[in-house]
């Protein structure tokens, strides 16, 4: 049983992540507005996020710039255009994905950007590429995460294995990915125990990056917070890929360090997410995304019933019981 | 931290308590149909669901029975029409509110009745009466249940004064009644192990009943279903009052007993809670529960601000807050 302090406590390590643009952006193809990103940036300075992952820095060469909006790309000067100098205590952070991403090129001198932390999503099976791409951005001056996804169909040794290797890079946190929003509390208890013992070892700080497909992002990620993990993704009323991620109103509700003000989160709801939503712009709870966090399967089956306005739910999730 | 095999045991003291003509009566007065009302019980009988809650045996001269659809009465006569003699599994269920259902009349001798189990809903102050209604129905042939509403609110040495009252009574069950979706998964736990000491001393059971104001009324099931909690009511995707309830889906999915067939949720959702959804039917996880719930008050200000078809939640949010 947890230390009753831990619910009144406010552990200075801990630092929330805004991922809304990020992982928000996969369910409109990062169309944005500027007025949506300037609001949310001031937002986030003002409920005292501490750091506002603005997008991916995907290649160009992979993908057609005509078919995403800007934070497909996040280009620096893009960002500038919406954060200024970013004069402020709110850390900038953009994702860069092993094999998606020329980091060579396209990841500038930390001085040249205005990005702070730069992370790194990969699969188990891409770590020496990632780990190439920690050195080169911690080499240019950036903060780093190792972002290690779909932890759910890993095996423990694997990833135990990956985070040794993490270890002795200069990557500033790891995190826990539950791509599939396929773990329960009791789950991400045990996986935070594996990877705090190991960070310990090393001086790295871990990070939890929950979905909401079993209605269990957010319980997932404050059963982490009081099993000692310090960074925290959320989304505004949950906006991201599918059922959409831990909810940044609840977990702002839930800390009880006085810099986060909720309240901020209420009024961008309010004022520009849902909105969104009246749009036509759609992710959430809802019975595919179950099925498939359920069956630990990545969600891609779900997001195609979502789009083809399929309501017959059980007929899906039979389809997704007798997948090969 | 829990043993792993809890994840994958199937305790055979658990029951599943769909409670969804009772808690989602509270969102449309009771007006479910009688199509409606017989593929829910077919349903449940074919998911492997334990017991029914059909709804209140309410005080006909507190409520006009013009202004409430028939669950909020549950006549023995009503309910024969929609389950015949129950030739099942399935066990019914009737919510009996102290203060509010004239039980030495309206509540027949079980062998007159299709009724099962009376729940006794009771906040502490009533205790005394709720004694009496369970002697009365205890009396009468029944298992009974005592819900001890809000508990968020009470003193936890009043409510281990109660446990130890409750323990003298033979009520089969006692449950935990998170009534304003505000508590977090580590306090169910404390809470759940108070329950279940004083339980175990007296040889009864516990159950918890949770709301979703936080999105934690599935985490706090299954944290509570961890801690030794059997009684687990849940209702289809979570028609309930306000934010609503534990998903029947979510919980069929994660209790790995074979006999909980989540695909029937799957297909009742579909075909029967969807479209009330549609027909303008309104709870759910939104941030006016959020509010009441994070301040740990009722939901009836949640509920008018919904009602009133009202959007400005960050100006609710700050009416709330200075409430005296």
């Known amino acids: 049983m947890k230390d009753v302090s831990k619910l009144l406590e406010s552990r200075n390590t801990v630092r929330v992540v805004d991922a809304t643009l990020r992982d928000g952006g996969l369910v409109n193809d990062f169309y944005f507005t500027e007025e949506f990103a300037k609001a949310l940036y001031m937002t986030n300075v003002k409920a005292g996020v501490d750091y ?92 780093t995460t190792c972002n290690i996804m779909a932890v759910s169909t890993a095996q423990m040794d694997e990833v135990a294995a990956a985070l040794e290797l993490l270890g002795k890079t200069p990557v500033d946190c790891i995190y826990i990915v539950d791509s599939y929003g396929s773990l329960y509390p009791e789950q991400i208890q045990r996986i935070a125990d594996l990877y705090c013992s190991i960070g310990a070892k090393y001086g790295k700080s871990i990070g939890i990056h929950a979905h909401d497909n079993q209605k269990l992002a957010f319980a997932n990620t404050i059963e982490a917070v009081g099993d000692g993990v310090d960074y925290l993704d959320a989304t505004y009323n949950c906006m991201g890929r599918g059922a959409g991620n831990c909810a940044m109103e609840l977990l702002l509700g839930f800390l009880k360090n006085p810099k986060y003000k909720e309240r901020y989160a209420f009024k961008f709801v309010e004022d520009y997410i849902n909105p969104l939503k009246e749009q036509g712009v759609v992710w959430g709870y809802d019975l595919q995304y179950l099925a498939t966090g359920l069956l630990n399967q990545h969600p891609r089956n779900a997001i195609a019933f979502t789009k083809d306005k399929r309501k017959d739910y059980a007929e899906f999730y039979q389809e997704m019981l007798l997948l090969d």
Not at 55 to 63: C, H, Q, T, V
Not at 80 to 97: F, S
Not at 129 to 139: R, W, Y
């Open 52 to 143: 506002m992952e603005l997008g991916y820095r995907a290649d160009k060469e992979l993908f057609d710039i005509d078919k995403f909006g800007p934070w497909k790309f996040s280009d620096d000067d893009y960002i500038r255009k919406i954060v200024g100098d970013n004069d402020t205590n709110l850390k900038l952070a953009i994702m860069a994905d092993a094999g998606r991403c020329n980091y060579k090129q396209d990841i500038h001198d930390r001085k040249d950007s205005p990005v702070d932390l730069i992370r790194v999503a990969t699969y188990l099976h891409q770590m020496p590429e990632a780990i190439d791409m920690i050195e080169d951005a911690h080499a240019k001056g950036y903060e």
